[in-house]
């Protein structure tokens, strides 16, 4: 299994569009940090400008938290697209290239073999996560200094303390690793289905813009639906940025998804198993 | 009106008292009465200017003290403040590397900063029991038109000269209220506590355009509705008076 896996990644890392992930990331932190750096105040006054009509606000709002925060808000929505490109590409694409019947006449069940390629992708999407960890956080914090965090809801103004931020973006990565693996799962299963990577990534792409569609519409037809979309738990790392915790809600979303994983990875093996290999 | 009062009263005695001897002891009562509330309005001023004698010993100080903010949609930790004040009315709080809310108008927070360097008419306003102590109400109208300032209602010992209570209309900042409590810096006018007190009921956070948790949503639910106020309190640990301040605080 071990070997399967290694054999799995080598192909992942051996492709140079896996890293073309790793750049965009890099290339939209590194946009987002210069503009923060170049006009951040202005964009600060504008953001606040519904609260400093009536209050005041003093300190230094725009530090490398609230920039790393504004980071994942904005990179998560986008990260999906990224890691289907790789997930919705593990099967799909040995099928394009002719290499997937080949492979299962190799001495290795097919259950074996799903799990591997699943598991490849899930360390690809780890390792994108600690990536984009490394640029939205370390980065920013060193440029723009740590402070305390301030976070506008519509329900409320958060400000957490300094010495109280670090470990939940920790614990927001980690249930970011757990949304993401989500998205892989959905993207592997889909990539079952197509002898071309493009129609998982598309699919994928499809269902989750669908559903986060109907996951932030707030109308009342919608809401019924919402909690058994994927999609609205997948923001649940934001529940870590909650004074306090909402302890019961975010671990809720995480059961959710991992369930949603166990369920589409197990799709895929039972659905691979029957599957009449023709290309 | 008082005027024409006394011209009405003064004609009607005058036609109907023809011996003039009768009417002179009515016409100084008359005059003692017309000069009560002259006496009073001396006793306001009086009043205004023995607080703000107090107030102004104090040129500047740095008080270091814990701020509390207690507002429905404000989740903000309790913390230490640097409490920066100049005159003369110069007010700054500052939380190491961290941020601090306050309501627009929370200058009152200061005492000094909403008396010194602004005149006032003052109006006496009776007397009222609080505290279970009978302290002088005082009325101030600001003296100068562009003043955002309407009325400010002031409580105060008379026996110390200090202010317990001021209740302060705005144009824009609405109305609010400071209450005060004194302990070891009472010599010099500065209180140990101070809790401001103001109208939430008009404050609206608009709809977040973001993605929003829905987790966090209804935790945000099951929080109490609160009472249209908000508060903000800072304790006062210690201050330093009189002993400059760094350049560059306001």
């Not at chain 1, 009536?54 to 994942?72: D, K, T």
């Not at chain 1, 669908?210 to 919402?226: E, G, R």
């Not at chain 2, 002031?154 to 609010?176: F, Q």
Request: charged residues 15%.
């Amino acid at each position: 299994m071990l070997q399967l896996l290694q054999i799995e990644l080598f192909k992942i890392f051996r492709r140079p569009r896996t890293y073309i992930s790793f750049v965009a990331i890099g290339a939209i932190v590194m946009l987002i940090l210069l503009a923060f750096y170049v006009d951040g105040a202005n964009y600060m006054a504008f953001g606040l400008q519904s609260l400093t009509q009536s209050f005041e606000i003093q300190g230094n709002v725009l530090n490398g938290y609230l920039i790393c925060f504004i980071i994942l808000q904005t990179l998560l929505i986008h990260v999906p697209l990224l890691i289907a490109l790789v997930a919705g590409d593990q099967v799909a694409g040995e099928a394009n290239m002719g290499t997937l019947r080949l492979l299962i006449t190799k001495p290795v069940s097919r259950t074996n073999l799903m799990l591997a390629k699943f598991f490849a992708s899930a360390i690809y999407t780890m390792m994108l996560l600690v990536w984009m960890a490394f640029l939205a956080l370390l980065l920013p914090v060193l440029i723009f200094g740590t402070g305390d965090l301030m976070i506008l809801k519509s329900e409320e103004v958060v400000v957490l303390s300094k010495a109280d931020v670090l470990w939940r973006y920790f614990a927001a990565f980690g249930f970011a690793a757990i949304a993401m693996t989500t998205v892989a799962a959905l993207a592997f299963l889909l990539s079952i289905f197509a002898e071309n990577s493009i129609g998982p990534i598309v699919s994928t792409m499809s269902v989750i813009i669908v559903f986060t569609i109907l996951s932030t519409l707030d109308i009342p037809i919608f809401n019924a639906i919402k909690p058994f979309l994927f999609t609205t738990h997948m923001i649940g790392w934001k529940g870590f940025f909650d004074e306090p915790v909402s302890w019961q809600q975010v671990l809720q979303s995480a059961g959710i998804l991992i369930i949603h994983i166990v369920g589409l990875v197990v799709a895929s093996v039972i659905i691979f198993r029957k599957k009449d290999i023709l290309s | 009106m008082k005027a024409i009062t006394i011209k009405f009263s003064l004609a009607v005695l005058l036609h109907h008292c023809t011996n003039i001897k009768r009417v002179i002891p009515i016409l100084l009562v008359m005059l003692l009465l017309s000069g009560t509330s002259n006496l009073l309005a001396q006793d306001a001023n009086g009043l205004l200017s023995e607080i703000k004698t107090k107030l102004q010993k104090v040129n500047d100080y740095v008080g270091e003290g814990n701020l509390v903010t207690d507002v429905s949609f404000i989740n903000i930790p309790d913390s230490k403040v640097k409490v920066y004040f100049r005159q003369p009315d110069q007010f700054r709080i500052i939380k190491a590397d961290g941020i601090s809310i306050f309501p627009k108008g929370g200058m009152s927070v200061s005492l000094n900063t909403l008396l010194s360097g602004k005149d006032f008419v003052a109006v006496p306003g009776g007397y009222t029991t609080y505290n279970k102590k009978k302290m002088a109400v005082v009325k101030l109208l600001p003296v100068a038109e562009n003043s955002d300032v309407v009325l400010t209602t002031l409580v105060v010992d008379e026996s110390t000269a200090l202010v317990h209570k001021t209740t302060t209309t705005t144009k824009d900042n609405g109305t609010y209220e400071t209450f005060l409590e004194y302990g070891k810096y009472l010599s010099w006018g500065l209180p140990d506590k101070v809790l401001f007190v103001f109208n939430t009921n008009a404050y609206k956070l608009p709809k977040a355009v973001t993605m929003e948790y829905e987790g966090s949503k209804k935790a945000a639910a099951k929080k109490p509705a609160g009472d249209g106020k908000g508060r903000v309190s800072v304790t006062y640990d210690r201050y330093l008076i009189n002993k400059g301040l760094p350049k560059g605080i306001f």
